[in-house]
């Protein structure tokens, strides 16, 4: 693009928006190819879900893949604009979900907005389970993955998408040939027109608003139920018994992850919900810091609830 080029929206180092219509992505756009991870042995491929819109997913197998596992569908972050299951970020993570987990996982790529606004990603990922649950032709799903030991996960913007698949299995009835056991909310993309907590101080409101706004222009506005669960009048038909939420501290979306826990409860959900609150951290710091030991302790929790090892998560 010609430095000439006026710029009418800059979205905090996500996007940048010219006066012709034209976009760039600034970050996210990285890509790291699939196959044999060389530190856990987890082997990953790519594959097509539906030829017409381009939808796809990168499938992970654990190295030690003999019998059939847990079955981990998962949603990237991003704000619903940025980033996709092949940036390093996310599949590093998945990578080692996988292998310490002994989890299949079927990582979904989801169309963006702005080419494809909210709800594409909705729809995109609707479609990818019931790919898994239909007529699936990849033999790792059908040799390896547990159909009646299945889980939804998404971190930000893709923790908002699992809450709302979930919702879909509950309410629709869609006879899928899945038992989805619970899921797990990593640093949840809640919001809502009323601030709660410390989110009207926080500097970053201003940007949770305008991301929302961009990546869903026919929102019906920060109270949209796309959004914020407080609002949809189909929040109590989640279709799991379990839910794992996990916040961090210094997260302007903290207040939101320990909310929902009330609104679960509130409207009558019956099932049972842990909320999980990292010190000192700030969103998704796990996919950033891997290594980290607060990082580890959080995979070892998701290990824990999707495996049932034991009742504390911190071990």
């Given at each position: 693009m010609d430095s000439s080029d006026k710029i009418v929206k800059e979205i905090r180092g996500i996007i940048q928006v010219y006066e012709d219509g034209r976009?760039?992505?600034?970050?996210?756009?990285?890509?790291?190819?699939?196959?044999?991870?060389?530190?856990s042995g987890v082997q990953s491929k790519d594959v097509i879900i539906s030829p017409e819109t381009n939808l796809s997913a990168r499938l992970y197998l654990p190295k030690t893949a003999t019998k059939k596992l847990p079955l981990l569908i998962y949603f990237h972050g991003g704000g619903f604009i940025?980033?996709?299951?092949?940036?390093?970020?996310?599949?590093?993570?998945?990578?080692?979900?996988?292998?310490?987990?002994?989890?299949?996982i079927v990582s979904v790529d989801y169309r963006t907005a702005p080419e494809h606004p909210v709800p594409t990603c909705l729809n995109d990922s609707w479609e990818a389970i019931k790919w898994v649950a239909g007529n699936c032709p990849e033999s790792w799903i059908n040799d390896y993955a547990d159909l009646e030991n299945v889980f939804f996960a998404g971190d930000s913007a893709g923790a908002t998408i699992a809450h709302h698949m979930a919702i879909r299995v509950g309410s629709e009835n869609p006879r899928l040939s899945i038992n989805l056991r619970g899921i797990i909310l990593l640093h949840p993309y809640f919001w809502g027109e009323d601030r709660i907590g410390s989110e009207g101080e926080h500097p970053w409101k201003p940007f949770m608003e305008d991301i929302w706004i961009f990546a869903h222009p026919g929102t019906s506005g920060l109270d949209d139920p796309l959004i914020n669960p407080d609002k949809d009048l189909k929040v109590?038909?989640?279709?799991?018994?379990?839910?794992?939420?996990?916040?961090?501290?210094?997260?302007?979306?903290?207040?939101?992850?320990?909310?929902?826990?009330?609104?679960?409860?509130?409207?009558?959900?019956?099932?049972?919900?842990?909320?999980?609150?990292?010190?000192?951290?700030?969103?998704?710091?796990?996919?950033?810091?891997?290594?980290?030991?607060?990082?580890?302790?959080?995979?070892?929790?998701?290990?824990?609830?999707?495996?049932?090892?034991?009742?504390?998560?911190?071990?």
């Open positions: 976009f760039q992505k600034l970050t996210g756009t990285d890509v790291l190819p699939a196959g044999i991870d060389p530190s940025i980033e996709s299951p092949f940036s390093p970020l996310y599949h590093n993570f998945s990578n080692l979900v996988a292998a310490e987990s002994n989890v299949v109590s038909d989640l279709g799991c018994s379990r839910v794992l939420v996990c916040v961090a501290e210094k997260d302007i979306l903290k207040d939101r992850g320990w909310y929902y826990k009330d609104i679960l409860g509130k409207n009558g959900w019956n099932g049972d919900i842990e909320v999980i609150e990292d010190k000192e951290v700030d969103h998704v710091f796990f996919l950033f810091y891997p290594s980290a030991d607060n990082a580890l302790t959080l995979r070892k929790r998701i290990c824990t609830f999707i495996n049932g090892i034991n009742n504390n998560p911190d071990m």
